[in-house]
Every structure is written in C-alpha cells, then in structure tokens.
C-alpha cells in the first residue's frame, strides 16, 4: 500500500494563506507500519515552512484513507536512510500482500511513488478546509497528477558511503538502478516485476540540487530490515 507525504504549513487556525505539497513517498509493511526516506521526514523537517509558524503532515493513501501524523509515531534510522511510521492502532484493513527479497544484479523492477510539489512537477489535487473544531483538515484529493512510475534493471549492487545535505550513509547496502526520475519517488518501495517482493527502499538520485535525476539509488530491503526489527 502506497502513499503520499503530505505537508501543510500555517499560522493560525482558519488562516486563509495556506500552503502544502508533496514531499515524497511512504509504503505500508503492515496494517499500522510504513516505511519512508530518512531525508524526507524526520523530526528536523517536522516543521513549518519559512514564514509560518506551524504545520500538519498526512499520508494520503492509495485506497482514499487520509492519516494524520503525529512526531511521536516517527522512528528514525538515518544511518539507513530510513523512517518508520508506527500508528498506536491499525490504520486500514485493506488485504495486501508484502513481501521481500534479496536483489540479484539484473532483477527487473518496477519504481512507483508521488512526484513532489516543486515547479518542474505537476500539483495533486488536495482541498484543505478548517473544521468547526478550528483544525486544518483534508476533505478530500487526487493523486493522479503526480503518480511517477519507472521501471528498469538493477545494474550493481554494492556498499556505499555517502554524506551528502540530506543523506549520510556510510557502507550501506545499496542497488544502483538502470532509470531516472524527477523528485518525490524518495521512500517508494522497489519492487522485482516477476513476484512483487519488494527488493529496496529509494534513498537518492544524482545529480543533486536538480529536479530530474539520471541516477538512482535504493537501500537493500535487507539492510533496512537488519536495522528497523
């Protein structure tokens, strides 16, 4: 199960200047877990935009569900480029399947996630309204616009170190990926086109500082499991 990171800066309830995007991709291991990147959100960006005093993150599901999220269900594993977002209850009774794999060089995958909010993306349809509570709510949306799906090989797998304004990593498992792709697919599943196991996490993508990158790079599944159980 698939979503999209969505964050809403303000300063004060029922404030007419409102502003919110995409910030990347999230996916459920189970009925109340999902994993996302590190480098997208953490406890340092769990903040408001410059100019305004608060904020509000959401995971738009696939399926419709709009969750909100809290600091406290963040558990951070920035040495992995890793996030997991644990619920104090179950989220969604949705069946779903998840499964794993260690990659081989040469497994063909599929790469799906949400383009983030940049200029060179396109925008979701999102309709932000306050309740009579004064809380910022979702009343509904529509992610079509900015569903990103890449598809391609894994041409090397290897160790990788690297420290970089978002991502530090040092010796970590990684799978370097034959396709590119535009912002936003940071925290997507890899998933291997024959079985549907996931095979890694999307970490980066070179060069840095641009919207469209040539190259991408994912975190092993198993390297992120050895860490996150």
């Given at each position: 199960m698939l979503a999209a990171i969505f964050k809403a800066s303000y300063n004060f309830p029922k404030d007419t200047n409102v502003i919110g995007g995409i910030c990347?991709?999230?996916?459920?291991?189970?009925?109340?877990?999902?994993?996302?990147?590190?480098?997208?959100?953490?406890?340092d960006k769990f903040k408001p935009n410059d100019g305004f005093s608060n904020c509000k993150?959401?995971?738009?599901?696939?399926?419709?569900?709009?969750l909100l999220l809290e600091k406290d269900y963040l558990n951070s594993y920035p040495d992995i480029d890793t996030t997991k977002i644990c619920f104090p209850v179950i989220v969604f009774k949705d069946s779903f399947n998840y499964k794993t794999a260690i990659s081989k060089k040469g497994n063909k995958f599929i790469?799906?996630?949400?383009?983030s909010s940049v200029s060179e993306n396109p925008s979701p349809q999102v309709t932000l309204n306050w309740s009579a509570q004064e809380e910022l709510v979702i009343?509904?949306?529509?992610?079509?616009?900015?569903?990103?799906?890449?598809?391609?090989?894994?041409?090397?797998?290897?160790n990788i170190s690297l420290?970089?304004?978002?991502?530090?990593?040092?010796?970590k498992k990684y799978l370097t990926l034959s396709c590119g792709g535009n912002?936003?697919?940071?925290g997507a599943p890899l998933v291997?086109?024959?079985?549907?196991?996931?095979i890694g996490l999307m970490s980066f993508g070179l060069p840095e500082n641009v919207t469209r990158k040539t190259n991408l790079f994912a975190i092993s599944i198993d390297e992120v499991e050895k860490e996150i159980k």
């Open positions: 990347g991709t999230a996916f459920f291991i189970n009925e109340k877990t999902a994993l996302t990147a590190n480098h997208l959100l953490n406890l993150f959401w995971l738009l599901l696939e399926n419709g569900q709009t790469l799906k996630g949400f383009l009343n509904n949306f529509d992610l079509i616009s900015v569903v990103s799906v890449q598809e391609g090989v894994v041409e090397e797998i290897k420290k970089s304004n978002d991502v530090v990593v040092n010796d912002t936003g697919l940071s291997k086109s024959d079985t549907d196991e996931v």
